[in-house]
């Protein structure tokens, strides 16, 4: 007898997943989303300062679709949704793999409220089908997707659990720190948590509140202190776009990294582009959350490290 | 020296001249954010817990420690009794010091202890070990799927979920870093 009991041990999970996925994508499709395939291996990934592409025979392997999907949407398509890998180097623990599965969509003459109603609709629904009603267990605590879930802004939960202001924060350069120890155990307690308004600096791909400057319209939705998914009011300015890539490429090769050419067709598409708002959830974590999975290892078939 | 990299359950590192283990240990990343290493040691001489965060780029000294080759004799108390193998003498340790490595010393095992000033503040086991199983219910017939799993006590009193199949009496391997079973040994 050689069954490799771990692995099949995973079974109730695997399972779980696959209804998962299966009712995720029939979500988008009745909300009259195009599901999309980009390819998974791309020339020049949007340049980040702390995320790193694997670099695969000259081209590197996506660390998300977000390019290829904001070209489709300068074309003209305007609701299209992706389940895809995505590969991020040397991230690996409790909640990390460096291949993970990403649920990525976009809609335009939208902003990120809009996001955040599709984050409640879409899980209420995958919830369903797992059998999960309106409230999920997560780690000895009720989760209710039923009412509505919390907006709280960035500020307000540096004020409220970091014990310091987010803009001291930032010039102390602790803003990560606190986040990770004191902010986000906090968040997605009793409800789904979305924290908003990210300070300008970390805005990525984001546009800036239009009445507040100093924040970008960026969110990410949490759970039980697990991060699940990074949504944003889409940045359509090209040349503050490139403004952006170039600081954080300069970043990336000051501190050795490997150097990505620029998305050269990306940038002169994204005039094109309509204004629109965008989403990654990692749907790893969204089946942990769901089976009440401590480790990302018991949803996957195999991690790095048994293949 | 070590580096973030390193870091995982169980190493040894020196921080402000003390020895102290690592107990607890993810790699963390807020959104867009830098990656961090959330650790938590325990101080290998007084026992105090440290949470600490570091980045990637940081070092750490390795502890120093001194590895003795000794068996596990018997529990008196709350000490666990070890001898070394060469002098026969004979080190106690507190049920603290031994840790999560209570649930596999069984009389006899050859472990590595560990010195501090001649002081034994812990022990390095081994990948596997084989322990019997004293107590589990039996396998109902026709269970066939292969992926249930069920309590086992084994003979230290350590629970763990094993495989339908494995009956009382059997011999397991257990993985000591992750206290998983992790085969069974035929025979």
Redesign the interface.
């Known amino acids: 007898m050689n069954t490799n009991w771990t692995i099949a041990r995973r079974r109730p999970a695997l399972e779980a997943r696959a209804r998962i996925i299966q009712s995720i994508r029939q979500y988008f499709i009745q909300e009259g989303f195009l599901e999309t395939e980009t390819p998974l291996r791309i020339p020049a990934p949007a340049p980040e300062s702390h995320i790193d592409a694997i670099p695969s025979d000259g081209w590197f392997l996506q660390t998300s679709p977000e390019l290829c999907m904001k070209r489709l949407l300068a074309a003209g398509y305007e609701r299209i949704f992706q389940l895809c890998h995505c590969w991020r180097a040397e991230e690996r623990g409790n909640r990390h793999l460096p291949e993970f599965t990403m649920l990525e969509w976009y809609r335009a003459h939208s902003d990120y409220n809009d996001l955040m109603v599709d984050c409640e609709n879409m899980m209420r629904s995958v919830a369903a089908t797992c059998g999960n009603g309106s409230t999920l267990m997560v780690q000895g605590k009720d989760v209710k997707l039923d009412r509505a879930w919390q907006r709280l802004t960035v500020r307000e939960a540096f004020a409220r659990f970091g014990g310091i202001t987010m803009e001291d924060a930032l010039a102390a350069d602790r803003f990560d720190e606190v986040m990770v120890e004191a902010i986000e155990p906090q968040l997605g307690i009793g409800q789904p948590t979305f924290l908003c308004d990210y300070p300008a600096a970390r805005g990525a791909l984001a546009r800036l509140k239009a009445d507040d400057p100093s924040v970008a319209e960026r969110f990410e939705l949490y759970i039980s202190g697990i991060e699940l998914a990074n949504g944003f009011s889409e940045l359509t300015d090209a040349s503050e776009q490139r403004f952006r890539f170039e600081q954080e490429e300069q970043y990336r090769r000051s501190s050795g990294r490997i150097p990505y050419p620029e998305p050269s067709k990306f940038l002169e598409e994204l005039p094109a582009m309509p204004p629109a708002a965008g989403i990654a959830l990692g749907v790893d974590r969204l089946v942990m959350v769901m089976l009440d999975a401590t480790s990302i290892d018991q949803v996957v078939a195999f991690t790095p490290e048994e293949l | 020296m070590y580096t973030v990299?390193d870091l995982k359950k169980g190493l040894k590192i020196t921080l402000d001249g003390y020895p102290y283990i690592v107990i607890a240990f993810?790699?963390?990343?807020?959104?867009?954010?830098?990656?961090?290493y959330?650790t938590k040691m325990r101080n290998m001489i007084n026992g105090t817990i440290l949470?600490r965060?570091y980045r990637s780029g940081e070092t750490f000294e390795q502890a120093s420690l001194e590895d003795r080759k000794m068996q596990f004799l018997y529990k008196e108390d709350d000490h666990f009794v070890f001898m070394d193998n060469q002098t026969f003498e004979q080190y106690r340790m507190s049920e603290d010091a031994v840790g999560d490595s209570k649930n596999y010393l069984i009389d006899n095992l050859p472990v590595d202890v560990l010195l501090f000033s001649e002081k034994a503040i812990g022990v390095d086991l081994p990948n596997f070990v084989n322990l019997r199983v004293t107590e589990t219910s039996p396998w109902a017939k026709g269970d066939t799927?292969?992926?249930?799993?069920k309590p086992a006590t084994v003979e230290t009193g350590y629970v763990l979920r094993v495989?339908p199949?494995i009956e009382e009496g059997e011999l397991i391997v257990i993985d000591t870093r992750t206290g998983?079973?992790s085969?069974r040994v035929k025979g």
């Open positions: 990299a993810d790699f963390t990343k807020p959104g867009k954010g830098q990656a961090l959330r949470d965060t799927s292969g992926s249930d799993s495989p199949f998983e079973y085969t």
